[in-house]
Every structure is written in structure tokens, then in C-alpha cells.
């Protein structure tokens, strides 16, 4: 079983950048599709980025696209999200997650992070 703890979150302005980072335990990696989820107040949890288990494979949600970048460094055993001009509206917990099985099935996503906070003000 992995273990998954994120790290990087903080207060931004409006079209700042930040970098968040997984670090896993427990498994390595690359046995793992990974992806970053998110969940603002009042608001379901939402996906936002999945990478496949080498790193050739990425999805965006359509609010992201061309914003975040996520990337993985198996060898480091950490998965990365790089989130540039931010906006308000990105404002959210931030959760990474992972993957034994398919890459593309958001449901199988079943290891979870403690989560953490970005918060972006205008």
C-alpha cells in the first residue's frame, strides 16, 4: 500500500504560480497511475490532472488546460503539479492520488494524501 503526502500549497495572488509536490511511500511509484484532484468549500472534490505510470500520458480538466502541468519523477518517488497564472477560482484543497489499475478510470483512484491548501486572492 502507498502512502502519499502533499506539500507546496500557500497564499498566492492572482497570477501567480506554485509548485506542488507528492511524495509517496511505502510502494514505489511507477507502479502507480497518479493524479491531482481538488475540492473547494461547498463543492464536490473535482480532477484536475492524471498521469500515467511513466509520465508519457497526461488528461487535464478543461479548467486547467494550458495552466497546470503535472509530471512525475518516479526515481524521486514524488509526483508534481506546476500550477502557473493562477486565478481566484482555483482555490481549493489540493489532493493527490493514485492508481493500481487504469489510468484513465477516475474511480480507481484510491490512495489519497491528507491534502494541501492553495489559496489564490484576486
Known amino acids: 500500500q502507498v502512502q502519499l503526502v502533499e506539500s507546496g500549497g500557500g497564499l498566492v495572488q492572482a497570477g501567480d504560480s506554485l509548485r506542488l509536490s507528492c511524495a509517496a511511500s511505502?510502494?514505489?511509484?511507477?507502479?502507480?497511475?497518479m493524479g491531482w484532484f481538488r475540492q473547494a468549500p461547498g463543492k464536490e472534490r473535482e480532477f484536475v490532472a492524471i498521469i500515467n505510470w511513466s509520465g508519457a500520458s497526461t488528461v487535464y480538466a478543461d479548467s486547467v488546460k494550458g495552466r497546470f502541468t503535472i509530471s512525475r519523477d518516479n526515481a524521486k518517488n514524488t509526483v508534481y503539479l506546476q500550477m502557473n497564472s493562477l486565478k481566484p477560482e482555483d482555490t481549493a484543497v489540493y489532493y493527490c492520488a493514485a492508481s493500481p489499475l487504469s489510468f484513465r478510470s477516475l474511480a480507481t483512484y484510491n490512495y489519497w494524501g491528507q491534502g494541501t491548501q492553495v489559496t489564490v486572492s484576486s
Open positions: 511505502g510502494r514505489t511509484l511507477s507502479s502507480y497511475a
